[in-house]
């Protein structure tokens, strides 16, 4: 729901912002309301990279996910319902209003969304769950040896690759307990060394390779921290976990969908497109998320900016789904036809 809520919220901001007419300019040609709309399609790109492999990972790896599904939970509803929050400034006060702009769907998926982090257990259980587990997945991720990567390796295209085939899901197979694996950001040494492979070819802008390794590499960092940070501190017990430990599970899950997003671009880049396959938009996430673990920069290339504003415009007058892997959507009437069609029948 949250995917479907976060496209449509998306969709009618930019109706408006594409058709309403301020200071001599669209509002999506103001630079402000245009940076909101991208930052919004940017994260709905990211939790892409998290949610499909997830559901792919569920055929493959069931044991780990008391890990993945804790994140996924935790980080993709929450990121949307920002998201949602986030676009509505756009509209300003339509998105309060039932009929002012698309019949007030807007209102309606602002409060419907908002409940979706309550569903399944609430963002600070799935935070706790995932807790319980972090030193485990420290110990484990410090334990890796060329074996255990190179069987890393081989799950990971099966995950992530959408070209591969899934086996059936086997829930006997799910476990309450992830004893330390965790596929997706354990491999982040494996995804760097494939952005180190690329070099040598010209299949990837040179200019957006080195931002991803120099991005990549900064991730790494932060992990290791993480690591240190947990290997260094006490075990709290039961339910008296501290402020501090719901915070680094946070950023276990910022990391993680950063890993998400490089293991996703690397194993698809030949498959789901030109903008995909450019990496441009890879470049803009990994940033905006890092954005929220160290100081950086607001932003490192306007110009990937205004293409991934292009790709989002594209999606809409097509009327295509905002996504990774965007299909067709069946064709809904603006406002404006609507009020025609009415004045039509009238």
């Keep these: 729901f949250s995917h479907g809520a976060a496209d449509t919220a998306l969709r ?3 109706g408006f912002a ?9 509002v999506m040609d103001l630079p402000q309301p245009r940076r909101t709309l991208v930052d919004a399609f940017l994260d709905i790109l990211i939790c892409d990279c998290e949610t499909i492999p997830a559901a792919r990972g569920f055929h493959i790896i069931p044991e780990q996910f008391s890990v993945w599904a804790s994140v996924v939970k935790y980080f993709v509803t929450v990121r949307l319902e920002e998201m949602v929050n986030s676009v509505y400034v756009v509209l300003g006060s339509r998105f309060y209003m ?12 602002l409060r419907d969304n908002s409940i979706i982090s309550m569903f399944d ?5 799935n935070l706790h769950a995932l807790i319980l587990q972090l030193r485990p997945l420290t110990k484990y991720r410090a334990k890796r040896n060329s074996r255990t990567m190179s069987a890393l390796k081989s799950r990971l295209e099966a995950i992530f690759s959408l070209e591969k085939s899934v086996p059936p899901f086997e829930p006997n197979n799910l476990e309450l307990f992830g004893r330390g694996m965790d596929d997706s950001l354990q491999g ?5 060394d494939m952005l180190q492979g690329l070099k040598d070819s010209q299949e990837v802008d040179r200019e957006v390779l080195e931002n991803l390794l120099m991005l990549g590499n900064l991730v790494l960092e932060e992990l290791n921290a993480h690591d240190e940070q947990i290997s260094q501190s006490k075990f709290e017990y039961g339910h ?18 950063a890993s998400a997003c490089l293991h996703t671009w690397l194993y698809n880049r030949s498959i789901l497109g030109e903008f995909f396959a450019r990496g441009e938009w890879l470049v803009l996430s990994l940033h905006r998320l890092l954005r929220t673990l160290r100081p950086l920069p607001y932003t490192l290339s306007e110009v990937y900016v205004e293409n991934v504003a292009q790709e989002l ?8 789904h905002f996504s990774i892997a965007p299909f067709q959507l069946a064709h809904s009437q603006t406002t404006e036809e609507k009020t025609h069609e009415l004045q039509l029948q009238s």
């Design 12 to 14: 009618t901001t930019l």
């Design 313 to 320: 415009l594209k999606l809409y007058r097509e009327n295509q």
């Design 188 to 192: 982040l040494e494996i995804a760097l």
């Design 121 to 125: 257990g609430s963002s600070i259980v």
């Design 18 to 26: 594409v058709n309403r007419v301020i200071y001599n300019k669209t």
């Design 98 to 109: 039932r009929e002012e702009h698309e019949f007030g769907i807007f209102q309606k998926l």
């Design 240 to 257: 008296d976990q501290s402020p501090e430990l719901f915070e680094i599970a946070k950023k276990y899950c910022t990391l993680h969908a």
